[in-house]
């Protein structure tokens, strides 16, 4: 469909779209974002029970979507998704690597081969092998969208999260590479690098914190202390003075699908509250 025939509160419709991660948190707000503005939207995680609440919760209120199990980090499993969205929407137009873990806090020399292995697979393996996987539909028709849930970490060092660290500036530099090598097929290929977004992957730690901020207490254990301190680290550092919403990344998600920045790719862009240029 041409842009000049698709309506403009629709400026996705006709795309298919498949989002990681799509179950919570970030990708769930993406997934229901996107598909609000006319995608047909594949909603992916390794539980599709979860993925599939979601994915119904999106056809109820009349916009198109299916779920799929899938494990990035197993390329067997990334085709079979890729194959699921060609028979359903005939095609992939979209992807959206959001599927991301942070399992740890640790000192880099306490992490272990495998807790390496999970995170780089899933922040970095995974999103380049859907991102090949789905170029085989974007490059015959010489367009396509790729956006890269990167994160402030991939540019700056977070404390004692090396590997999550590594996997996000891998992912920026994937996206950089992506974007030079796919240009002449007309794919875009953009990062976006969050900041402290309220989600499960920070629940505890904000939980914990405003619980003590609540009832005017000091932080009494260990994890209390380091929960307080992160707390307060974060928002005390943000320029906006408070962790963002997952609808806040969606938004500017559906900003780099569309064609409204259809001159943009291989660029960071920062959705931060002003994180990174903070702390002076
Ligand atoms: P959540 O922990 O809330 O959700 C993670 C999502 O990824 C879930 O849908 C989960 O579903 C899925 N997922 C995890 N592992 C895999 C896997 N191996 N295969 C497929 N799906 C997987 O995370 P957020 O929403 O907070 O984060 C989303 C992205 O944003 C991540 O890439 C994260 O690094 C990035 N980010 C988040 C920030 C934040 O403050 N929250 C800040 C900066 C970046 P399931 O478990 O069923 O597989």
Known sequence: MSSASR??????????????????????AIAR????????????????????????????????????????????????????????YGAVDIVVNNAGVSPLSAEPQEIGE???????????KGAFFLSTAAAHDMIPRGSGVIINIASIAGVMPIALE?????????????TKALAHDWATYGIRVHALAPGYIATEMNAGVRQTAEGLIARGDSPSTPDEAFAKTLYDGVVGRTLLGRYGTPE???????????????????????????????GG
């Open 7 to 28: 309506p403009a509160s629709k400026p996705l419709a006709g795309r298919s779209t498949i989002v990681t991660g799509g179950s919570r948190g970030i990708g769930q």
């Open 114 to 124: 495998a807790a390496w292995d999970d995170i780089l697979d899933t922040n970095l």
């Open 33 to 88: 974002r996107l598909a609000r503005d006319g995608a047909s939207v594949v909603v992916a995680a390794r539980s599709v029970e979860d993925a599939e609440r979601v994915a119904a919760e999106i056809a109820a209120d009349g916009d198109a979507a299916m779920a799929v199990g899938c494990d990035v980090r197993e390329v067997a499993q990334i085709e079979r998704l890729v194959a699921a969205t060609r028979e359903r």
């Open 248 to 278: 806040e990344i969606a938004d500017v998600v559906a900003f780099l699908a569309s064609d409204a920045a259809r001159y943009m790719t291989g660029a960071v862009t920062m959705v931060d509250g002003g994180w990174t240029i903070g």
């Open 162 to 174: 090396s590997a999550y660290c590594a996997s996000k500036a891998g992912l920026i530099g994937l």
